[in-house]
């Protein structure tokens, strides 16, 4: 049982249980008073989690052993939604930048980042999606993990939800540093603990081993690099650059602890609903519905090829369809309304 912050290796966790978001089965947890991060009390054993990823992972929160359309169609958006990040905040040339996509999924992201200019790859240890992102866009993904990257071989790391998921995140930090030329950039994406516009019912997953603020990732990476640009509406986005050497841990100010805490312990459905505009997901939804109906006869390469046409601002044939499909939705609701309405009036 772990009894120590996994960062600060202070004897300073106040233990809570919840939920996982999945089965239910209880998570027993700690949050750590000195510097805000959350982890897992009783991880799994680091052997067991090599199997997990290699086989089961996709399989347990994905129901599949490969993405359907409508998962290809969620990543490719997110794709372009980080490479138009990255793009914002980077001088490189993509021609000339080896770009690595860690814990590549299906290779939605390292294909669209090939397209628009990156020499990229990617590696992925899930068998079924590492094979899939192989077939489907000719992208390099290997199946392997973290251990499998050369000293200085990537200008640019990205890596998305994973490392919350990784035992020892310190020492993955400093993999990656390795694994960057001189002055490379890093971008993380995971799960913000702080944030208000997750469901209040999905938050802690038995996958999870790690929860990160902006203070949490920014003082977990400090001896390895600066912060050069974040995000934190939804989830955590933090791009950083590879320090020349490696320095010491910067532990966040104890203002900056309490301000952490009060989020921490506000987090709620109301704050959700409100802060958080928890109804908006549930007003985009039937959109949603729409859109992935009407993608789910195509290819996966042709919703990246459209989602990718639409980012460059092209007419495509994708979105055409989507817009017509959203449109006689619309238009079939407010025709069975108003049919209603006219019938429950003739009624009274
Ligand atoms: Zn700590």
């Known amino acids: 049982m772990i009894m120590t912050c996994a960062l600060c290796n202070e004897d300073s966790l106040t233990f809570f249980t919840k939920k996982d978001a999945k089965s239910g089965v209880p998570l027993k947890l700690g949050r750590c008073r000195s510097c805000g991060l959350v982890q897992q009390i009783n991880p799994p054993s680091d052997e067991s989690l090599v199997v997990y990823y290699s086989h089961h992972y996709r399989q347990d929160y994905k129901k599949s052993y490969s993405p359907r359309a409508r998962d290809v169609w969620r990543a490719g958006q997110a794709a372009i939604s980080r490479l138009t990040f990255l ?14 996509d860690i814990g590549a999924g299906g290779g939605e992201f390292a294909y669209l980042a090939k397209k628009s200019g990156y020499e ?26 973290l251990s499998s990257l050369e000293p200085g071989s990537a200008d640019i790391i990205t890596m998305f939800h994973v490392l919350e998921h990784l035992p020892d995140p310190k020492s993955a930090i400093e993999k990656l540093f390795n694994a960057l030329s001189p002055s490379g950039h890093l971008l993380i994406e995971v799960p913000n603990i702080l944030q208000s516009d997750a469901s209040p019912h999905n938050i802690y997953f038995r996958a999870h081993l790690f929860y990160f603020s902006l203070s949490s990732l ?56 409100t802060i958080g505009r928890g109804y908006q997901k549930l007003l985009s939804r039937p959109r949603r519905i729409v859109e992935e109906s009407v993608v789910k006869s195509l290819r996966p390469k042709d919703i990246l090829d459209g989602l990718y046409a639409d980012w460059q601002g092209l007419q495509t044939d994708m979105r055409d369809r989507v817009t017509r499909r959203w449109r006689q939705t619309k238009l079939g609701f407010l025709t069975s309304m108003s049919v209603g309405i006219t019938g429950i009036a003739a009624c009274l």
Not at 87 to 100: A, I, N
Not at 124 to 139: C, L
Not at 218 to 234: I, M, N, R
């Open 87 to 100: 793009g914002s905040h980077l001088s490189k040339t993509p021609s000339e930048t080896k770009l690595v």
């Open 120 to 145: 990229a790859s990617g590696i992925e240890p899930n068998i079924g999606y590492s094979e899939f992102a192989r077939n489907e866009y000719q992208t390099q993904v290997s199946t392997a993990d």
């Open 218 to 273: 920014v003082t977990l990476t400090s001896p390895f690099f600066e912060l050069v640009a974040q995000q934190s509406q939804g989830n955590l986005r933090v791009l950083l650059r590879k320090r020349p050497a490696i320095g010491s841990t910067v532990y966040p100010s104890e203002h900056q602890v309490q301000s952490d805490l009060k989020s921490f312990e506000r987090k709620g459905w109301w704050d959700y609903l």
